[in-house]
């Protein structure tokens, strides 16, 4: 069997693959003779059947099945050992109808696409902006007051709040405004609302101020957004009688609850922290600061990382792709794109494809490798950002790597964790090569360059 490459331009070239008889026949044999050992056939013993007979019938699919298998080997051995860098998969120029009977030897071809070779050179005359947030007083005592309530209890408060669970009696009004009677009255003796769930913000607003002993005229239906199961639950009725109840109803508070925040003592801090990790409210505000800092430093990143891609693909991506073979490649492997539709679809490609190859190469340059310490370790974050949303903040090591170990036997989800491992190792050599300027931002100035990223 003999391969060949013809160059069409510096990124399409086709392979050629000159196929002879002695190339395939013997495999050819060995696969027909294999099934006369494995297949039973009518009228005849397995095992026993005449080579000539099994030719005559599975001769012509045996050998177009074994010359497509050796001829697609070839092609990849091809490339392999040529190291040749190629983008998308080979694709026949056309599909032969093999003449067995009258043809022995063949030629095929494919077309491929040749990735283009890219002069990348990082170093400090590359400048890169990188915005970390500052992080305000006004977002310490945000985050103290949300942790605080967390870890508060509930009391009796003197009225109601925004963040109020309310008890009392729920009774159904007339139109006139006066308390529905008889059998049919919808009346709750022991209800219970949270105005600050309401779907309708006007509905709650109706009882923030209010104290024991007062009575709300408030619509629940208004109140739940017409939401059968919620206004079942809250009037303590069937769903379908719930679907018609649409009337008003007066609410006598009996009880408030009203979330107490967690005193600034040490068992709050050792509860949050960890024992004796933080003991004074110095040291406190200060863990607050460092933890909102890890918890938005992400955003940051991920600004920076899309600055920098578009950067780098400026100053690297003039460079000519194998388009039109990528194009033939994506409507031959995808049902979604179309000869007619492919054009627009590869327009918006374009800058991810040549930042792929881009960071492809600066990966290479940089000896980029993604160790199974690196893909534990960024599965370890996930898993103490995700006991922190929970307010779990000072998990021990064992149970962080336990968790990250069940994260990474989801199949699914593992690929992704190491693309993202890649991607913080990519990004960490590129900041060692280039000028870094560190612009730190106000949180509302952050948000205004995410917004134009």
């Not at 391969?3 to 027909?32: G, H, M, W």
């Not at 009880?255 to 990790?277: R, T």
């Not at 863990?287 to 940051?300: A, L, V």
Request: glycine content about 6%; aromatic content about 8%; proline content about 3%.
């Amino acid at each position: 069997m003999n391969v060949t490459l013809e160059k069409i331009d510096n990124v399409s070239a086709r392979l050629i693959v000159a196929v002879q008889e002695n190339d395939y026949q013997e495999k050819v044999t060995q696969e027909i003779k294999h099934i006369g050992r494995t297949h039973a056939i009518p009228g005849f013993r397995k095992g026993h059947v005449p080579f000539s007979e099994l030719n005559r019938r599975f001769g012509k699919q045996v050998a177009s099945d074994v010359i497509n298998h050796v001829v697609y080997e070839a092609v990849a051995n091809y490339i392999q050992e040529n190291k040749l860098a190629i983008l998308g998969e080979p694709l026949p120029v056309e599909i032969q109808e093999l003449d067995l009977k009258n043809q022995k030897d063949y030629t095929f071809q494919y077309e491929i696409g040749l990735a283009p070779e890219l002069d990348i050179n990082l170093g400090n005359d590359t400048t890169l902006d990188f915005h970390p947030i500052e992080v305000s007083q006004e977002m310490i005592e945000e985050q103290s007051n949300s942790m605080r309530e967390r870890f508060g209890s509930q009391g009796a408060g003197e009225e109601v709040d925004e963040k109020a669970l309310v008890k009392g009696t729920i009774m159904e009004l007339n139109e006139d405004g006066t308390i529905k009677e008889g059998e049919d009255a919808i009346q709750v003796n022991s209800g219970i609302v949270a105005p600050m769930y309401f779907k309708s913000k006007e509905e709650g607003e109706k009882f923030l101020g209010k104290k024991v002993g007062d009575k709300v005229v408030f619509n629940p239906w208004a109140a739940t957004d017409g939401n059968e199961t919620q206004l079942a639950s809250m009037l303590e009725i069937a769903k379908e009688k719930a679907a018609e109840t649409k009337s008003n109803f007066e609410f006598a508070i009996a009880e408030i609850l009203v979330v107490k925040p967690a005193e600034l003592n040490q068992e709050y801090f050792d509860g949050l922290f960890g024992k004796d990790k933080v003991t004074s409210e110095e040291e406190y505000y200060a863990e607050i600061k460092k933890m909102i800092s890890s918890q938005i430093s992400g955003n940051s990143e991920i600004i920076f990382r899309m600055h920098a891609e578009k950067a780098l693909v400026e100053k690297y991506g003039n460079f000519e792709l194998p388009s039109e073979f990528l194009k033939k490649w994506l409507v031959a492997r995808n049902n979604e794109f179309t000869a007619e539709t492919i054009d627009a679809e590869y327009e918006k490609m374009i800058p991810s494809l040549k930042w792929q190859l881009i960071k492809e190469r600066i990966a290479t340059a940089c000896e980029v490798k993604i160790e199974e310490a690196d893909v534990m370790a960024h599965a370890k974050m996930i898993a103490a950002n995700q006991f922190a949303q929970y307010g779990m903040t000072n998990m021990d090591d064992e149970t962080l790597t336990d968790y990250a170990k069940r994260i990474l036997e989801d199949k699914n989800y593992r690929p992704r964790i190491i693309e993202e491992a890649g991607d913080i190792k990519l990004f960490e050599a590129i900041k060692a090569k280039v000028t870094i300027n560190e612009k730190p931002v106000s949180l509302d100035e952050f948000k205004e360059i995410a917004a134009k990223a």
